[in-house]
């Protein structure tokens, strides 16, 4: 399987990359970032693109893969609504609507957020552009689409968020969370699980186009 990955520098990104590349049954990835990753290796290809809302560049390089998955996205904190929304819902649609047109036999799988709304009306800001970005998503003419709905995800494997405040709740509950995990499996997943997820899931499919935490834990254990 060949996979184009949009967001290898941020905690999720990391993590997706790292089973990528560790997976024999991926045999190129293909990250799209605006800096460096400072990874390398093999089978990996990193083209280094500023505008993340224009792909016209670079496009032509999109053709020939089986599965896009995008990690990249802002948190909400601190942002407003309309700077949100074009951090999300604009920017992921700009390389959703290219990869569809160049390469729509491809899979897509979004990593969007436990709690999103998918009918857009909520009260929680992040929640309802989180829904608006996953049902224009699948409604985009890929061979299929998947939007991934993570609660708490633990990094390992010395993963780090970006996010000051992410890296502090971290810090604090790293002792807490593998028992929470084994406690709450609907909750509580894993960089190495949601990784591992997307691959699965990419190759072969799963029966709903909308995955929570629970579903990510099983699907990447083979359940």
């Known amino acids: 399987m060949k996979v184009i990955l949009f967001g290898a520098r941020g905690m999720v990104g990391q993590g997706v990359l790292r089973e ?66 074009h951090a999300t819902y604009d920017m992921t649609l700009a390389a959703a609507q290219t990869l569809a047109r160049v390469n729509p036999a491809m899979t897509f799988i979004y990593i969007s957020g436990a709690g999103t709304d998918s009918t857009e009306k909520g009260r929680t800001m992040w929640a309802r552009v989180k829904g608006k970005t996953e049902n224009a998503l699948l409604r985009l003419p890929f061979k299929a689409s998947y939007m991934f709905r993570p609660g708490i995800i633990q990094p390992l494997h010395g993963i780090q968020s970006r996010t000051s405040g992410y890296r502090i709740f971290y810090a604090v509950t790293k002792p807490l969370l593998p028992l929470l995990r084994w406690l709450l499996p609907q909750y509580v997943t894993t960089t190495e699980l949601l990784g591992r997820a997307m691959i699965r899931v990419a190759q072969s499919g799963y029966p709903k186009r909308i995955l929570e935490t629970r579903d990510i834990n099983q699907v990447s254990l083979g359940k």
């Open 20 to 85: 990528c590349l560790l997976d024999a049954s991926v045999e190129r990835v293909l990250s799209i970032n605006r800096s460096s990753s400072g990874q390398q290796n093999a089978k990996l290809t990193e083209i280094i693109h500023k505008d993340f809302f224009d792909f016209s560049a670079v496009e032509s390089q999109f053709a020939g893969y089986d599965a896009c998955f995008y990690c990249a996205g802002p948190s909400a904190a601190g942002m407003t609504e309309n700077d949100y929304f």
